[in-house]
């Protein structure tokens, strides 16, 4: 079925921004609130919401094999469910009618009141209901910068790591948002110098910039997902911040990995960009240092070119973007990382969410940690208000935005943006 929402050179009848994230050629999926207290699934054009539930009830995809409430609830998973076939009908259909030559709904005022709406009259929320979440450990450059801190340079990468996509079970309950503050969260630490543990707020605080992607029901229990069949199981992607507590996480790590330490928090972007709108962002990623099993062996270019950046606003000043990297430094690409997940026969459901780890490039100013770039906080970043950051400070705010570009056509998820507060207090 052809990608005919792609087209470069179709243009829209809602106003668009030259450089906004949400051309015609994106239409990303996500959950909002309406002003009437209506929750409904949706897409976006510019600056503009649009409720896909009253574009179903009044006939817009009549042709399409949809049930009746399809838009009418508060998650994705049942779309999702449906599959890569219905993803494309309902996004090409999408395309025609907010197409600038297609006058049916752009000259129906009635449809348009209950169809379209403005960013501050919906609340956006989790779009997907998210059952597991499983985060890799994917970037070669940030495996090895944390693995250099730790065990020194000659074994910063540990022997498994070239031959499996590495990851761990996450914690979905805790999945939030862009706009949902974080606490600062307290646990157990070793201090430097010290023999026993204390207990108290953490006093590390980082961000890893991620990417996710969100999967369909994929497998049977026991039966794997060829890596090459692994794409058309992908619904699409988000932006991910996956904070960090890294002295709650250094403590509680052996030996069995993290935990109270990346299990507070974890913030998403609302917007799902679906696989076919960055169809046109393919790239060849990194080559491969180690022969690798057969199943790991992948035709065609699997990683794509997102440009990803990071900034941090301390309280009543201006932010200041602290790193720029790009999701085509990932070593092992999502079909791997969908492939190895099921190889021993683990089933993915819908809205599921596979994250990436951080993602660090080559040079100074692409990591993906603040770990990394203050080099355990020993080199701290100057802010533009002169204020300096080992680690994040309760009232900052951290900023995450990804997009791609290409041949003039832009195509974003937004960003995050969430705030850390302070240790909870009850009262």
């Given at each position: 079925?052809?990608?005919?929402?792609?087209?470069?050179?179709?243009?829209?009848?809602?106003?668009?921004?030259?450089?906004s994230?949400?051309?015609?050629?994106?239409?990303?999926?996500?959950?909002?609130?309406?002003?009437?207290?209506?929750?409904?699934?949706?897409?976006?054009?510019?600056?503009?919401?649009?409720?896909l539930?009253?574009?179903h009830?009044?006939?817009?995809?009549?042709?399409?094999?949809?049930?009746?409430?399809i838009?009418?609830?508060?998650?994705?998973?049942?779309?999702?469910?449906?599959?890569?076939?219905?993803?494309r009908?309902?996004?090409?259909?999408?395309?025609?009618?907010?197409?600038?030559?297609?006058?049916s709904?752009?000259?129906?005022?009635?449809?348009?009141?209950?169809?379209?709406?403005?960013?501050?009259?919906?609340?956006?929320?989790?779009?997907v209901?998210?059952?597991?979440?499983?985060?890799?450990?994917?970037?070669?450059?940030?495996?090895?910068?944390?693995?250099?801190?730790?065990?020194?340079?000659?074994?910063?990468?540990?022997?498994?790591?070239?031959?499996?996509?590495?990851?761990?079970?996450?914690?979905?309950?805790?999945?939030?948002?862009?706009?949902?503050?974080?606490?600062?969260?307290?646990?157990?630490?070793?201090?430097?110098?010290?023999?026993?543990?204390?207990?108290?707020?953490?006093?590390?605080?980082?961000?890893?910039?991620?990417?996710?992607?969100?999967?369909?029901?994929?497998?049977?229990?026991?039966?794997?997902?060829?890596?090459?069949?692994?794409?058309?199981?992908?619904?699409?992607?988000?932006?991910?911040?996956?904070?960090?507590?890294?002295?709650?996480?250094?403590?509680?790590?052996?030996?069995?990995g993290?935990?109270?330490?990346?299990?507070?928090?974890?913030?998403?972007?609302?917007?799902?960009?679906?696989?076919?709108?960055?169809?046109p962002y393919?790239?060849?990623?990194?080559?491969?240092?180690?022969k690798?099993?057969?199943?790991?062996?992948?035709?065609?270019?699997?990683?794509?070119?997102?440009?990803?950046?990071?900034?941090?606003?301390?309280?009543?000043?201006?932010?200041?973007?602290?790193?720029?990297?790009?999701?085509?430094?990932?070593?092992?690409?999502?079909?791997?990382?969908?492939?190895?997940?099921?190889?021993?026969?683990?089933?993915?459901?819908?809205?599921?969410?596979?994250?990436?780890?951080a993602?660090?490039?080559?040079?100074?100013?692409?990591?993906?940690?603040?770990?990394?770039?203050?080099?355990?906080?020993?080199?701290?970043?100057?802010?533009?208000?002169?204020?300096?950051?080992?680690?994040?400070?309760?009232?900052?705010?951290?900023?995450?935005?990804?997009?791609?570009?290409?041949d003039?056509?832009?195509?974003?998820?937004?960003?995050?943006?969430?705030?850390?507060?302070?240790?909870?207090?009850?009262?």
């Amino acid at each position: 079925m052809p990608l005919t929402a792609n087209n470069p050179e179709r243009m829209s009848w809602l106003h668009v921004d030259k450089n906004s994230d949400f051309p015609i050629q994106n239409i990303p999926f996500g959950v909002f609130l309406t002003r009437d207290d209506i929750i409904t699934i949706g897409t976006r054009i510019g600056d503009t919401a649009i409720d896909l539930g009253a574009l179903h009830q009044l006939g817009y995809f009549k042709d399409i094999p949809l049930t009746d409430d399809i838009f009418l609830q508060d998650t994705l998973n049942d779309f999702i469910a449906d599959g890569r076939k219905t993803w494309r009908l309902v996004r090409n259909r999408i395309a025609e009618i907010f197409d600038a030559e297609n006058d049916s709904l752009k000259s129906n005022k009635q449809h348009k009141e209950v169809v379209l709406f403005r960013l501050d009259e919906i609340e956006m929320q989790l779009p997907v209901q998210i059952g597991d979440y499983t985060n890799f450990y994917a970037s070669k450059e940030h495996a090895t910068n944390i693995g250099a801190f730790f065990r020194g340079s000659e074994q910063a990468l540990l022997p498994n790591w070239l031959h499996i996509p590495v990851g761990y079970h996450g914690r979905s309950s805790s999945i939030i948002p862009s706009g949902i503050p974080v606490h600062r969260p307290q646990g157990q630490t070793l201090p430097t110098g010290v023999t026993e543990p204390v207990f108290g707020p953490s006093e590390s605080i980082d961000f890893e910039l991620e990417m996710a992607f969100i999967t369909t029901d994929a497998n049977d229990f026991g039966e794997p997902i060829p890596v090459n069949e692994a794409e058309e199981h992908i619904f699409g992607l988000v932006l991910l911040n996956d904070w960090s507590a890294r002295d709650i996480q250094k403590w509680e790590s052996d030996p069995f990995g993290p935990f109270l330490g990346k299990s507070f928090a974890s913030s998403i972007s609302p917007w799902i960009v679906t696989l076919d709108a960055l169809e046109p962002y393919r790239v060849e990623g990194p080559k491969s240092l180690k022969k690798q099993l057969n199943y790991l062996k992948y035709n065609g270019k699997k990683s794509y070119d997102i440009n990803l950046e990071v900034a941090i606003q301390p309280k009543g000043a201006k932010e200041t973007v602290v790193s720029k990297t790009n999701f085509k430094y990932i070593y092992w690409n999502m079909a791997q990382q969908l492939a190895h997940h099921t190889i021993n026969g683990c089933p993915v459901n819908s809205g599921d969410m596979m994250g990436s780890g951080a993602i660090s490039g080559p040079t100074p100013n692409s990591l993906g940690s603040l770990l990394e770039l203050t080099s355990q906080g020993k080199h701290p970043l100057k802010m533009t208000d002169g204020s300096e950051r080992k680690f994040i400070n309760d009232s900052d705010t951290v900023i995450m935005r990804a997009h791609c570009e290409k041949d003039g056509t832009r195509i974003g998820f937004g960003e995050i943006s969430t705030k850390l507060l302070p240790v909870y207090c009850k009262n």
